[in-house]
């Protein structure tokens, strides 16, 4: 019998990849996906915590869609070598702090790594010519297949016919034919090849899957290398700038203050690591102190104050706080909770 073909598709959780893989199994190849994990995915996390996004649906997108092709998904921890993309990324970085060329060359890498591990044919993405500004375009295209050494066994099913044909059209893997020249950011070509495909639900895009694309989750990385002194982070600390309202009030120590009951769940996870401050008297935030291990009566004393402020208790006169320095038993004060007028902007990250 005749060797059965293995391909190995990188699933984001988005509709590219999905259809990627779908067309490509359409063409009677054994497909399996997948997902590189490095602690920065948007899906999964925080719209299970916030209530703002209850309506979304509380999965890894990248299994959904597993599920929907009927594939099996390898999931791959990366996270320890994904941190010199980074903090050193050869290619520099996009609008905020996202190195999205050097991430496809990364991605690209590892996924040659493992088809040659495993005995699999090619690598497919769901990539489109001239949809990102930095690793989709034409003159990147080529640069990523170089750099990471896949070469022609990287296969683009939804843009190949805008590119040099590949090893496994050469070979007859698959039919150039039934492949795809789409290109640009418009989405309409997929949205009909999703309606063909019988596909009715997937994720729908929002400039990317990546919380290194969010300027506001950029700006808050940035303060923790400059206040650390040196761009480097554990996945507690990419984990903690994802959530909760982040206010730095002296240069030695910020404040993380939960905004809701999913939140104040979470960040409960992480009391041990830290001084942390509950309202008593009032329904009101868990807050975490971020910094030195052990902070001053007046550091305590103004964090009590901005906790309580942002307690049920803000407009009361005083409000019981609890506090609880690292390593050692809560004590209470009470105090009167920070007028809003004297929390200064520059205080929010």
Not at 25 to 46: A, I, R
């Amino acid at each position: 019998m005749p060797k059965q073909i293995k391909a190995a598709a990188l699933i984001s959780g988005g509709l590219d990849s999905m259809l990627a893989a779908r067309i490509i199994q359409g063409q009677g190849v054994h497909v399996e996906g997948l997902n590189f994990y490095t602690g920065f995915c948007v899906e999964g996390h925080t719209h299970a915590i916030r209530n703002k996004d209850r309506r979304r649906p509380k999965r890894n997108n990248a299994l959904w869609v597993a599920e929907q092709l009927g594939i099996r998904l390898h999931l791959v921890d990366v996270i320890e070598e994904y941190k010199d993309v980074v903090i050193n990324p050869k290619y520099g970085y996009g609008a905020n702090l996202n190195p999205c060329l050097d991430c496809k060359i990364f991605m690209i890498t590892k996924a040659r790594e493992w088809v040659e591990k495993n005995g699999f044919d090619f690598i497919i993405t769901g990539e489109v010519v001239g949809q990102r500004p930095m690793s989709q375009r034409r003159d990147t295209m080529p640069m990523i297949e170089k750099q990471s050494a896949a070469n022609d066994l990287l296969l683009r099913p939804l843009c190949a016919k805008n590119l040099p044909i590949t090893k496994p059209e050469q070979e007859g893997w698959v039919n150039r034919h039934d492949l795809f020249g789409i290109h640009g950011r418009s989405r309409k070509q997929q949205i009909a090849l999703a309606e063909h495909y019988g596909i009715k639900e997937y994720a729908q895009p929002a400039g990317g899957c990546c919380f290194l694309t969010d300027p506001n989750y950029t700006f808050k990385l940035k303060d923790l290398w400059a206040h650390r002194g040196k761009k480097t982070y554990e996945l507690d600390d990419i984990m903690l700038l994802k959530v909760g309202r982040h206010l730095r009030p002296r240069p030695h120590f910020k404040m993380i203050i939960s905004r809701e009951e999913g939140e104040t769940r979470f960040l409960q996870g992480y009391r041990s690591q830290f001084t942390h401050l509950t309202t008593v008297s009032h329904g009101g935030p868990l807050t975490l102190l971020v910094g030195e291990q052990r902070f001053s009566t007046e550091d305590l004393l103004l964090a009590a104050r901005v906790t309580a402020r942002f307690s049920q208790g803000r407009n009361a006169g005083s409000v019981s706080v609890s506090i609880t320095p690292h390593g050692e038993q809560a004590r209470t004060l009470s105090v009167t909770p920070m007028p809003v007028e004297n929390i200064p902007e520059s205080w929010y990250l």
